[in-house]
């Protein structure tokens, strides 16, 4: 008689297990194409925060494992990436999907994607307010 393993299977790593990088590429990328999103994920736009479908995102980047580059080539379409690259990025729009999505996840992987326009550091956990 055989028996199954009593342990569990692990659920699939949220957005705060992805690089910083990543995590900022990909709310970037649901704000600027939230109804193209949501209908991928089969998700109702108007229930669903930025976040969660940015978490939703990442989530599917686990169960299928997947990095930046292959979700991106893999679910999204050419007119989402070359948009993305041209507003968000300022890089060239030309290219096939694949192309496409390796530019933007160059972009992700660069330490100077976390800094903002100012000059600042987008990661909100050193500010000092109370001084």
Not at 14 to 38: D, F
């Amino acid at each position: 008689m055989s028996r199954r393993s009593s342990r569990g299977r692990k659920a699939p790593p949220g957005i705060e297990a992805l690089p910083q990088g990543v995590q900022k590429g990909l709310r970037l990328l649901v704000i600027s194409n939230k109804e193209t999103i949501a209908t991928m994920l089969d998700k109702d736009t108007e229930a669903e925060s930025d976040e969660a479908l940015a978490m939703a995102c990442a989530e599917v980047m686990g169960q299928q494992q997947l990095n930046a580059e292959s979700f991106l080539a893999r679910f999204m379409c050419k007119a989402v990436l070359a948009s993305y690259c041209r507003e968000h990025l300022g890089k060239s729009d030309n290219g096939n999907e694949a192309t496409l999505a390796a530019r933007i996840a160059r972009v992700w992987s660069t330490p100077s994607f976390l800094i903002d326009d100012d000059g600042n550091d987008d990661d909100d956990d050193d500010d000092d307010d109370d001084e």
